[in-house]
């Protein structure tokens, strides 16, 4: 059973860091595309980052491109997403999700929720 388990969420204030950790079971991520999402109160999910299978190329969103970092370690099966700088608007619950090749369906976590206050 595909299982992904996002921790590492919290309050904190702008300009704080946070890390959020992925694990995941049921399946090898060196095999995955994987992407971190997340959704504010009151708005749709957005792509946040995203990491390449083998490879480890990465892509972000224009809004944390600079103060987000993401990273995996096949080692351990999970991903990473290091979050420095952070801003009120980048409150929202942050999921982790895991695809085998395009088209393909996603795997998804709970999700971690994360709070910045001003």
């Known amino acids: 059973q595909v299982q992904l388990v996002e921790s590492g969420g919290g309050s904190v204030q702008a300009g704080a860091s946070l890390r959020l950790s992925c694990a995941a079971s049921?399946?090898?991520?060196?095999?995955?595309?994987m992407r971190w999402f997340r959704q504010a109160p009151g708005k749709e999910r957005e792509f946040v980052a995203y990491?390449?299978?083998?490879?480890?190329?990465?892509a972000y969103a224009d809004s944390v491109k600079g103060r987000f970092t993401m990273s995996r370690d096949n080692a351990k099966n999970t991903i990473y997403l290091q979050m420095n700088s952070l801003k009120p608007e980048d409150t929202a619950v942050y999921y982790c999700?895991?695809?085998?090749?395009?088209?393909?369906?996603?795997?998804w976590g709970q999700g971690t929720q994360v709070t910045v206050s001003s």
């Open positions: 999700a895991a695809q085998l090749g395009p088209g393909q369906k996603y795997y």
């Open positions: 049921g399946l090898t991520l060196i095999n995955y595309g």
């Open positions: 990491i390449g299978m083998s490879s480890g190329s990465t």
